[in-house]
């Protein structure tokens, strides 16, 4: 059965490409992006179709080998053959690429074979017009840095492709190095290939149900195809295949959302998912912490980080696989530099609580614990570290390092301890301020009841009293709200201040269940699953809490990666 996909809601692309294309709903063009940026620096090329020298609408279909483009005056094929090529096969459309770029120019570098170079981006782009009569020519830029002997230049970015005899045919390949020539193969040899690959991986996903509704068989295989699609090759700081956030926006990795994707490619093998759970410690620092965010060849970003929930992801590996000792070792060195980074760097006034320097670094950037100040000692920090050294001792254990075990057990009943003193307060757990110890006294954030991600480890009466809490404030029709909707600062877009998020459901519904509340975990799971199939219909970065509508960043990996871990473990 094909899989149909949107690709104004997840890029078009596949496994290992650092190319891809998307729409806008009811635009004119295409857009063609270099997934090795980010954000605004992504988009390369627009992409529209023409015909009798004008532009036309079109209509799209795709499935997971290539995009059909249809129109009265013929139809465009589009595929990639490989990570940094696509392929556009036409009859009776012609093509028109339009560069975006800042600082670049173009030239023919031989006949039929036309290269931009795009200086802003770091980048060549390189057309074959084995087909089709190819035109390089504008944009005219006529200021008065560009001008020559007082006229304009031509910069020669633009590259139109007119049907010879009703046909075109063009690879282009995006490229960090300049290559010379390029050539298309055969394109139905291609396109099985590609069908083929990405068969071979639908293969390994889970059966569903077998009462599932079909809408929701399809779009559990759309959202295979979104987790298929956004891995980028082993390069450069990727030492893996890697999968980002996504091929559009956050074409990029950040140091928490690869916990989620790694537990969802648990289901592929076990060195997919290390693959994905190591993707950030191949950069971490001699002093144990680990970056922001990252790309190759582009930026490591520093001064910021994301909270240590990576003992919980490699406790539940440990749950689904047996590792070999070599494996348990290196992974054990790097999650005792990470957690003794956050001890000793992020404790500011010495308590023994560490604390979040700002949002950013909680994950949550704006959440409402972070309106009164720097340095918030939040109870989610502590909860994860506990659970960071428990699976430290776990290892330990299984290393036969038995002092370690013990000791790695002491301080996390010692931190345990700690943050049940500076963060319990009224029957509630609070955030508070380093130094002062200052707090909100009603907290609207639903990040201070995170600490139900220790399951068995909170003691009952705290459990009952927070799991009571998210139940009866933050709970709405469609899953938990980042900020409770009576709070005076819920926002329906605030990012954090509202929208629900897909890794806040997983670590709260793991936690709820562990903690004797599996009642309560089904119902936030499930109401997730259904805003996500039947109201947003698609896996958005979030999502409103109130109508369910996706806001922000469709076709994100990690709502993709608990959307399939929800739907395998509340199946029923």
């Not at 410690?281 to 994301?306: H, R, S």
Request: a negative charge; hydrophobic letters at 40%; glycine letters at 6%.
């Amino acid at each position: 059965m094909n899989t149909t996909i949107d690709i104004s809601h997840i890029p078009f692309s596949r496994y290992g490409a650092y190319v891809s294309i998307t729409a806008e709903e009811d635009s004119d063009f295409l857009t063609i992006h270099n997934v090795r940026k980010r954000f605004e620096d992504g988009p390369a090329l627009k992409l529209s179709f023409w015909h009798g020298g004008r532009q036309i609408g079109f209509s799209q279909a795709a499935t997971p080998e290539r995009l059909v483009y249809t129109a009265p005056a013929g139809k465009v094929s589009i595929y990639i053959p490989d990570d940094e090529t696509m392929v556009f096969v036409s009859e009776g459309m012609d093509l028109y690429f339009r560069a975006l770029v800042d600082y670049g120019y173009g030239t023919e570098k031989e006949e039929n074979q036309f290269i931009i170079m795009n200086a802003g981006q770091k980048s060549h782009t390189l057309f074959g017009v084995s087909a089709g009569k190819g035109t390089l020519s504008g944009p005219f830029v006529e200021d008065d840095i560009w001008k020559w002997n007082g006229r304009p230049v031509d910069k020669r970015q633009d590259l139109r492709v007119e049907c010879d005899k009703g046909k075109a045919l063009v690879a282009m390949r995006l490229s960090m190095e300049e290559v010379t020539h390029i050539e298309t193969s055969e394109p139905d040899e291609d396109i099985q290939a590609i069908k083929s690959e990405w068969q071979a991986f639908l293969a390994k996903m889970p059966d569903s149900r077998p009462d599932m509704p079909e809408t929701e068989k399809e779009f559990g295989r759309v959202t295979w195809y979104n987790l298929w699609s956004s891995f980028a090759r082993a390069w450069d700081v990727y030492h893996h295949d890697t999968m980002l956030m996504s091929k559009k926006y956050m074409s990029s990795v950040w140091s928490w959302d690869h916990c989620f994707n790694a537990l969802a490619m648990a289901e592929v093998s076990q060195q997919a998912a290390l693959e994905q759970f190591m993707a950030p410690f191949v950069l971490q620092a001699a002093n144990g912490v680990l970056p922001d965010m990252w790309n190759p060849y582009m930026e490591v970003v520093w001064a910021v980080t994301k909270p240590p929930i990576h003992g919980w992801c490699f406790g539940k590996l440990m749950d689904k696989f047996d590792f070999p000792p070599e494996t348990l070792s290196v992974v054990y060195g790097h999650l005792e530099k990470w957690t003794n980074w956050w001890m000793e760097y992020r404790d500011e006034d010495g308590d023994g609580i560490p604390a979040y320097p700002q949002g950013c670094d909680s994950g949550w950037d704006n959440g409402s614990v972070f309106d009164n100040g720097y340095f918030v000692a939040s109870p989610d920090l502590s909860a994860f570290l506990v659970l960071q050294m428990n699976t430290l001792a776990r290892i330990a254990d299984a290393l036969d390092e038995n002092p370690k075990a013990v000791d790695w057990r002491r301080r996390s009943e010692e931190l345990l301890r700690r943050m049940h003193e500076t963060n319990w307060k009224n029957d509630r757990f609070v955030a508070v301020m380093s130094h002062s110890h200052d707090y909100q006294p009603e907290p609207g954030c639903l990040l201070v009841n995170m600490p139900v991600v220790l399951g068995e480890l909170l003691d009952k009466d705290k459990m009952a009293k927070t799991a009571k809490r998210i139940d009866e404030r933050f709970l709405t029709e469609h899953g938990l709200a980042t900020e409770a909707p009576d709070s005076p600062r819920y926002e329906a877009d605030g990012y954090w201040r509202g929208p629900i998020w897909a890794p806040s459901t997983y670590l709260m519904v793991d936690g709820l269940r562990r903690g004797g509340y599996a009642e309560l975990a089904a119902k936030i799971a499930k109401r997730y699953l259904h805003m996500s199939c039947h109201v947003a219909k698609g896996n958005y970065e979030n999502f409103d809490a109130l109508t369910g509508q996706g806001l922000r960043a469709p076709g994100y990996t990690w709502s993709a990666s608990v959307y399939m871990l929800l739907s395998w473990e509340f199946a029923d």
